[in-house]
């Protein structure tokens, strides 16, 4: 055992540490200094059409807060959680020899949970674009 001191931290056990830390704060350092440089020296004249939101070369027209249906939300919410699912199916595919029968059966419940989840939105309207008046 050797005694605990204020050296350990750069002990040769772990050479790289010291140097990475080093480079971090020169880096971050240079960052700061650039950044405050670019906007102490950098020339301001504000205009009308700099002011303006760039929106890919096209202007503006009309009012930006434009209000999506929330059925739009549900869906992209609903395709997010069956997509995320996608990338565990996917890695079972990768381990399917591994697993054996006992994850293709895990696999198998996992699908069918899925499955009555896609069917109770489905009975619910959550996939239903139409708006109700």
């Given at each position: 055992?050797?005694?605990?001191?204020?050296?350990?931290?750069?002990s040769?056990?772990?050479?790289?540490?010291?140097?990475?830390?080093?480079?971090?704060?020169?880096?971050?350092?240079l960052?700061?200094?650039?950044?405050?440089?670019?906007?102490?020296?950098?020339?301001?004249?504000?205009t009308?059409?700099?002011?303006?939101?760039?929106?890919?070369?096209?202007?503006?027209?009309?009012?930006?807060?434009?209000?999506?249906?929330?059925?739009?939300?549900?869906?992209?919410?609903?395709?997010?959680?069956?997509?995320?699912?996608?990338?565990?199916?996917?890695?079972?595919?990768?381990?399917?020899?591994?697993?054996?029968?006992?994850?293709?059966?895990?696999?198998?419940?996992?699908?069918?949970?899925?499955?009555?989840?896609?069917?109770?939105?489905?009975?619910?309207?959550?996939?239903?674009?139409?708006?109700?008046?």
């Open positions: 055992m050797t005694p605990n001191n204020v050296i350990s931290g750069f040769p056990w772990e050479p790289g540490m010291f140097s990475l830390a080093l480079y971090t704060v020169m880096v971050l350092a960052v700061g200094v650039l950044l405050f440089l670019c906007g102490w020296m950098g020339e301001r004249k504000p009308l059409e700099k002011k303006r939101p760039y929106e890919c070369g096209i202007i503006p027209t009309g009012n930006a807060w434009f209000r999506y249906p929330v059925p739009f939300f549900m869906v992209a919410v609903f395709f997010l959680i069956f997509d995320v699912e996608t990338v565990f199916i996917f890695a079972w595919a990768v381990a399917f020899e591994e697993l054996g029968w006992i994850g293709w059966l895990r696999i198998t419940f996992f699908i069918m949970v899925l499955l009555l989840s896609l069917c109770y939105v489905w009975t619910k309207g959550g996939l239903d674009w139409r708006i109700e008046r």
